[in-house]
């Protein structure tokens, strides 16, 4: 049986923007970077069920800012209408070592997956996959982990050219979830937005060092970094855990004013004045 097993090392810069001005910022890296084969016009689904203890230890080593920590997740990409047993997902541990991301996972029929985070049996699997799906099981038995939050989105992604080869950008928006109903098939879910819909996540991703350019871009437009995590932020918005310092509040982030709405307000503004 052929490895399914991916693994890889990563920098990760994290910055939220207005989802006007990333469609600009997309537009401009297009300029020097080509789309992900992987990501059509519009982009793709991005589905992620993670597991917690029910303490939720993975959460508050996040908040905490542990050098060393862990997540276990399901992910699916593409859309969810018609997911069975045999649609693929990768069953991923992602952590962080120090301030690189690393992350691990093997990719399997969401049947099987199930069975391995959901039902914590073993599953069949190559020489080579034996030490990750142990890991998965332990991790499993061991902090009695349970289905905790679902996230999903729309990912469009780039990817570096030439000397950029290692460079990857990725735009997620309509950033939404649920706290209940963990089947990825479930016909009529009740996902509600994490993130303020007219707000998008934009994660640039590198494998050594980021590019000059990229930090040019970032200070022209007045990026600022943020430290963000859709789990995270999926468990405080459903009221899982208090508010941390690092929850993005709807009321610093209001929407840009259409036309019409800042004619008003210029309006309002020039009465008040006189």
């Known amino acids: 049986m052929a490895s399914r097993l991916h693994a890889f090392n990563r920098f990760e810069l994290k910055y939220l923007v207005p989802v006007d001005q990333a469609a600009e910022i997309r537009d401009e890296l297009a300029e020097r970077m080509d789309a992900d084969l992987y990501s059509p016009v519009g982009g793709y689904g991005v589905w992620s069920l993670y597991y917690d203890t029910p303490q939720l230890r993975f959460y508050w080593e996040k908040i905490e800012g542990l050098k060393f920590r862990r997540k276990l997740r399901i992910r699916h990409y593409g859309n969810l209408d018609g997911v069975t047993d045999e649609s693929p997902v990768c069953v991923e541990i992602k952590q962080r070592v120090n301030r690189v991301t690393q992350k691990r996972r093997i990719t399997l029929p969401y049947g ?163």
């Open 112 to 274: 099987v997956a199930r069975q391995l985070c959901d039902e914590r049996k073993m599953v069949d699997h190559s020489a080579k996959e034996s030490a990750f799906i142990q890991e998965v099981l332990e991790l499993v038995v061991r902090l009695d982990l349970q289905p905790t939050a679902i996230t999903g989105y729309q990912r469009e992604a780039l990817v570096g050219r030439d000397a950029d080869t290692g460079l990857r950008v990725t735009f997620d928006r309509r950033i939404r979830g649920r706290d209940r109903d963990f089947h990825f098939g479930t016909p009529t879910p009740e996902n509600r937005f994490t993130i303020p819909p007219h707000m998008t996540v934009m994660e640039v991703k590198v494998n050594e060092r980021t590019p000059h350019w990229i930090t040019d871009l970032a200070a022209r437009r007045n990026l600022s970094l943020v430290r963000i995590s859709k789990y995270v932020q999926s468990i405080e918005a459903f009221g899982l855990a208090p508010r941390s310092v690092f929850h993005i509040n709807e009321a610093e982030y209001p929407p840009t004013p259409t036309p019409i709405e800042q004619q008003s307000r210029d309006a309002l503004l020039k009465a008040g004045a006189q």
